[in-house]
Structures are given as structure tokens and as C-alpha cells.
């Protein structure tokens, strides 16, 4: 019993509610084992907005955000960066690809992506600048499951480490409608942002599996 428990202990992490500000989830090796799942306020969405920033070195396909939704739409609404120079945003595993971006590696990015079920239209930030709106359909979506680290190939698993993320992910928010444009600019520029109703950096309800760290954001300004 206390092997299991040790074993239980060093596998997962689960925690109430935390206020994450200032910190960042660290994925340091690519694997099929570590990731963040996370727990929404909500479980019926006709409208998605989700923010968050990132570095990494890949230079390969990874997912940013996984959410899927049963019994079998593993990409209910994902954002991923493709080896082409583009990030696609999926829903109901409907393509909306977002080209010429300049996604630089080992560089903080500040991302968000938008979708409305009504109009079926989706449209991605990166770094305070709009791309085009792109029409991507899609009805409700129910019951999910979220995670970052991995990108799910079948609801809540079915994890592939060529396409796992590699690097530092921090300030994930989502809220249940699209945000306006001045919204996105607050979040771009970390300055008064309306906190996601769905999933909160400051008040996250997540669990961490295998090799993920909870650390600081190392950042520094220092004066001569």
C-alpha cells in the first residue's frame, strides 16, 4: 500500500484552485506521459475564447491546447503549431489554418484564438496582431476534457510524443464567449484583463502527470 501510494504521489498532482500568477507549468523532455489536465467551470460551450503564452525550441508539430469532447471528437477545439509556418485552429476537427505568422523559437508568444458556434467563425492573435477571420462551423461542445503538453487522439488520451509540447507554458485563461479586440489587447499587454469564467491562472483547478513542473516565469530587469 505505501508503494502505491508513493507511486500514485510521484505520477500525479492534484491540487484545489490555485492562483498560478507569476508561474508557469515546465514540460522539459518530450514524452507521451506528461501533461496538465484541467478542470473547467462549465461543461457546455457555444462559444470559446482561450489565451495563453508559450516558448519553446520545437520546430515540429505540438499541440498548445487539447480539449475534446466524448464520446470520440479528440479535436473538439485545439490549437496547434504545425511544422508548416502556420497555426491551425481545430474544431469538431474542422481545420481553420492561420498562415505567415512569425512564431519564433526560444521567444515568449502571447496567443488567443476565438471561436463562436453561431457564425462558425474562428480567428487567432498572436502577439497583439489579428489574422483574418476564418470560417470553421461546428455545433456545441459538451462535456470536455482539457489539456495541455499533449494533443488527445482520443478523448482524454491516446497521447503521441512526436506531438507532444516542449518548453514553458504560462496565463492560460478561457472564457465561455469571444472576447472583443480590447479584451485580447489587455491580455496581450498583461494589463487589467477581465480573468477567464471558464479557467482562471489565478484560481486553476488542474492536476499534473508525469514530468511537468510548476515553477516561477523567469524573467529579469536589471539595472546598472
Known amino acids: 500500500m505505501a508503494l502505491y501510494l508513493l507511486l500514485l504521489m510521484l505520477t500525479a498532482c492534484a491540487a484545489t484552485p490555485q ?3 507569476g508561474k508557469m507549468f515546465t514540460f522539459p523532455q518530450e514524452s507521451n506521459t506528461a501533461y496538465v489536465q484541467l478542470t473547467p467551470n462549465g461543461l457546455d460551450f457555444g462559444a470559446i475564447t482561450v ?3 508559450t516558448i519553446t525550441d520545437l520546430n515540429r508539430n505540438h499541440a498548445l491546447f487539447s480539449l475534446s469532447a466524448p464520446p470520440s471528437d479528440s479535436d473538439a477545439f485545439i490549437i496547434f503549431k504545425s511544422t508548416a509556418d502556420e497555426i491551425i485552429i481545430y474544431v469538431h476537427a474542422n481545420p481553420g489554418r492561420f498562415g505567415g505568422e512569425d512564431y519564433k523559437v526560444n521567444t515568449w508568444h502571447s496567443i488567443c484564438s476565438t471561436w463562436d458556434s453561431v457564425t462558425g467563425v474562428a480567428q ?4 497583439n496582431k489579428p489574422f483574418i477571420r476564418k470560417y470553421v462551423g461546428g455545433a456545441r461542445i459538451r462535456n470536455p476534457v482539457i489539456i495541455i503538453g499533449q494533443e488527445q487522439d482520443s ?7 512526436t506531438q507532444s509540447f516542449v518548453g514553458m507554458i504560462s496565463d492560460v485563461h478561457m472564457w465561455d464567449y469571444t472576447l472583443s479586440a480590447c479584451e485580447i489587447q489587455k491580455y496581450m499587454v498583461d494589463r487589467n484583463l477581465t480573468p477567464g469564467n471558464v479557467l482562471n491562472w489565478k484560481a486553476l483547478d488542474y492536476r499534473t502527470y508525469g514530468r511537468v513542473l510548476t515553477e516561477p516565469k523567469t524573467t529579469c530587469s536589471c539595472t546598472e
Open 51 to 53: 489565451c495563453l503564452r
Open 19 to 21: 492562483d498560478l500568477s
Open 124 to 127: 487567432l492573435w498572436l502577439d
Open 155 to 161: 478523448h482524454g488520451g491516446g497521447f503521441d510524443k
